[in-house]
């Protein structure tokens, strides 16, 4: 049964799921200013795309048919960032993130750095910084007679800045901070998030040499040092220590093998890599810029579910060349935030094509995500992407020019390149490569979902099926089934009771070691580098915890991120179960509190520069289930001037407190406004706003009094044995926050933490 392409004629709409449309319409879809539809269907997204990219073709008319083809059935899923600003005619970026450029250590220098990366992230782009080139705290200033605050203290800035810009299309930027592990600060960057709301908009990641490496096997001593002086030397294995305990506890820092990832740099002649984007699939260079996309495996699948079920291999080849094409002429036709980040693109030609719905193309192929034949298969599958994605380059090459910084000698005996087969060394050497690096594994999470919930890059299917709770225009809520995309075809298929195969396994189902040799499988045949979770269980040992970056290191992966559910970090969404009886029970719809007549509670004060008085904020709660949970709020003061808004925010708050469930999402959202005129600083950190500040008391409060736990957010009231709540989304307010590929994704709403 080939089921690659529908059989029905039915617009694309009406056959994918409830929740794929709904996120098109809201994440993707082109709107006038007004929120008028000019998209009419997905259809035509896919065309405003194909017609876009044309642009940059002699012949428009002549490519633009193919580049629609190629985006039909969701085969082809150009990044976000693409799919939503290409042909949209507003000044916004098609490049889905940049590395900015190395920071001198100079504070002229650093706060010129911090206009580049806002105005990058005004127009969409996440941003990573290495902050290794900034002197440690306490080290002497010289001509002024002070000490270094350290990179830390300028983090904190960059961390202000973020919360305040809010990024094209709505979506908030997201940030990488790198630093060497033989920074002298480098301890005080691994605890920064052990601080209660520190950094919150930053990833954070340790560079990681190969010669800490050697010195961790040997249990040899590690000097930190900076600008030649060392500051303190330590054991290489108490510095290990403390990376993987603090990343145990709270799913950070990442790992960046840096040393690797330079080594097997194509452009190694040229550039030097120290950070990454914020995901962390594309290292790249100062000022480089990652350009993404990702071949959807599950549509090429044919007959699956059978014993001839097999990947359309010739298929594959194709979809890659036009790819190449579509992705090499969004280089041209893509505004770019400073201009020093047009030149490097254009210099160089980067481009990141991956893959996505591996997991659903596995299981349609019959093999267990994780097993050695699912890792033998998928990096088959890597390297296939791979060969054509080279030779399709070198085509273009022959046609349009090699990347300007392309030096034959020095390129070909690149390790990477002398790796690839002969016949594809032959092409380039004949019309050099059009693009420096070509291939990347990003999360895509979103574009994913809307491609009719396939699995996410190469990580495994979260859950088979899980319920999202809708809500209708009366304000009622509905409960929809959102089902995996290889499960959806499976049931419709064999019968929606048939039992599902031994193979059909979820991220609960594996092994640490079975995420890293998927990883490493696939990273044989990516020239850049892999956004990927090893999701971890909660009980598992720090030893056993460490051996998965060991495990990582030896496999030949070019960085480790992890992820253990716990307190701090929260949990997973609950997942429907497999056989539903009639004796499970269900959440029960939350109801209106009644007041008692006698309430606990505390009392902030609250300044804020404009105002001569302070004001003092009242939050009274009320006990439910051994849960103290917030019930009213009270903001009084002398200065009368905010008095009908505070009061008419106050009753709303308390309105949305007294209806039960949910509420967490308040203190979150009220902490996202900021006011034009300016916010002010508070012990430390950025305030954009008093309506910011009274939401951070809310968030205070209910951490302090246990109904919030810290940095997940995970509301702690349960509603029996049935329903066990995970992280909250700041956007939707459901419970169901997953880390996948390194970043925070909602299952509901498809809201996502890094872009």
Request: hydrophobic share 40%.
């Amino acid at each position: 049964m080939d089921t690659a392409t529908p059989a029905d004629a039915l617009p694309i709409a009406d056959r994918i799921a409830p929740i794929s449309r709904q996120i098109w319409d809201a994440k993707y879809r082109l709107k006038s200013i007004d929120g008028t539809p000019l998209d009419a269907t997905i259809e035509a997204s896919w065309r405003r795309v194909a017609r876009a990219l044309a642009e940059a073709e002699k012949s428009p008319a002549q490519w633009e048919p193919r580049f629609y083809q190629a985006l039909q059935n969701f085969r082809f899923l150009p990044a976000g960032r693409i799919f939503s600003g290409a042909g949209s005619a507003r000044r916004v970026t098609l490049f889905n993130c940049f590395v900015m450029g190395d920071i001198e250590d100079d504070l002229g220098a650093i706060f010129s750095h911090l206009r580049e990366a806002a105005l990058t992230m005004q127009q969409g782009g996440g941003i990573g910084y290495d902050f290794s080139s900034l002197r440690p705290k306490g080290a002497p200033v010289r001509g002024v007679g002070a000490d270094a605050s350290g990179p830390l203290s300028f983090m904190d800035v960059w961390d202000a800045m973020c919360r305040t810009i809010m990024s094209a299309g709505a979506r908030r930027g997201a940030m990488m901070a790198t630093m060497r592990c033989d920074h002298p600060d480098i301890e005080a960057f691994i605890a920064a998030k052990r601080e209660p709301g520190r950094l919150r908009n930053f990833n954070l990641s340790v560079l990681i040499t190969d010669d800490f490496m050697t010195a961790l096997g040997n249990n040899g001593d590690w000097e930190l040092k900076f600008d030649g002086h060392v500051y303190r030397t330590l054991r290489a294995r108490d510095l290990w220590d403390s990376i993987t305990r603090a990343t145990y506890d709270y799913a950070e820092p990442g790992v960046i093998f840096i040393d690797r990832i330079n080594a097997r740099n194509n452009l190694y002649y040229c550039e030097t890599i120290h950070s990454t984007n914020p995901c962390g699939e594309q290292p790249l260079p100062a000022y480089g810029a990652c350009l993404l996309g990702s071949i959807n495996l599950a549509r090429l699948v044919r007959d699956p579910f059978t014993p001839e079920a097999h990947l359309d291999e010739a298929e594959l080849a194709d979809l890659v060349t036009i790819a190449i094409r579509m992705m090499d002429n969004t280089i041209d036709i893509s505004g770019f935030p400073l201009a020093v980040q047009q030149n490097e693109a254009i210099a160089k030609r980067r481009i990141g094509l991956g893959m996505t719905g591996l997991a659903d193309a596995l299981m349609m192929v019959g093999q267990r995500y994780g097993s050695p034949e699912a890792a033998a298969l998928a990096g088959d599958w890597a390297r296939r992407i791979e060969r054509a994605a080279y030779l399709a380059s070198a085509k273009l090459a022959e046609e349009k020019g090699a990347f300007p910084l392309y030096d034959a000698e020095a390129y070909l005996a690149g390790e990477t390149i002398s790796g690839l087969d002969e016949d594809i060394r032959t092409a380039i050497s004949q019309h050099g490569i059009r693009n420096a690096l070509l291939t990347s594994v990003a999360p895509t999470g979103t574009i994913s979902l809307v491609a009719d919930n396939v699995s996410s890059g190469i990580e495994p299917v979260f859950a088979h099926s899980y319920t999202r709770k809708v809500r209708e225009p009366d304000g009622s809520t509905r409960s929809e089934e959102v089902c995996d995309h290889a499960v959806a075809l499976y049931r419709r298929m064999f019968g929606e009771e048939a039992p599902l195969p031994a193979h059909f396994v979820t991220a609960q189902d594996l092994s640490p070691a079975e995420h890293v040799r998927m990883q490493a499988a696939v990273q044989n045949h990516v020239d850049s580098a892999i956004s990927k979770t090893v999701n971890v269980p909660e009980d598992i040992t720090l030893e056993a915890f460490q051996e998965v970056y060991l495990d990582a290191w030896r496999s030949g992966c070019k960085g480790c991120t992890t992820y253990r559910p716990n307190a701090i970090t929260g949990s997973v969404l609950e997942v429907k179960p497999a056989t539903p009886t009639a004796a499970t029970p269900t959440a029960p719809t939350p109801e209106l509190l009644l007041r008692a007549d006698k309430l606990i509670g505390a009392t902030y004060k609250l300044r804020w520069p404009d105002s001569e008085h302070a004001m003092y904020v009242t939050i009274n709660d009320i006990e439910r289930d051994g849960i103290h949970r917030p019930f009213e709020i009270f903001v009084n003061s002398k200065n009368l001037e905010h008095y009908a808004w505070v009061v008419a925010l106050t009753r709303m708050i308390s309105a949305v407190f007294r209806r039960g469930g949910e509420v967490a999402f308040v203190a979150e959202e009220l902490k996202q406004v900021f006011d034009p005129r300016g916010g002010q600083w508070s012990n430390g950190r950025y305030v954009p706003s008093l309506v910011a500040a009274i939401g951070e008391v809310i968030e205070r409060h209910m951490i302090d009094t246990g109904f919030l736990i810290q940095d997940a957010p995970v509301s702690k009231l349960a509603h029996g044995d049935a329903t066990r709540l995970g992280p909250l989304c700041p956007k939707c307010s459901q419970p169901g926050l997953v880390k996948e590929a390194g970043c925070l994704s909602c299952m509901h709403c498809g809201w996502s933490k890094c872009g």
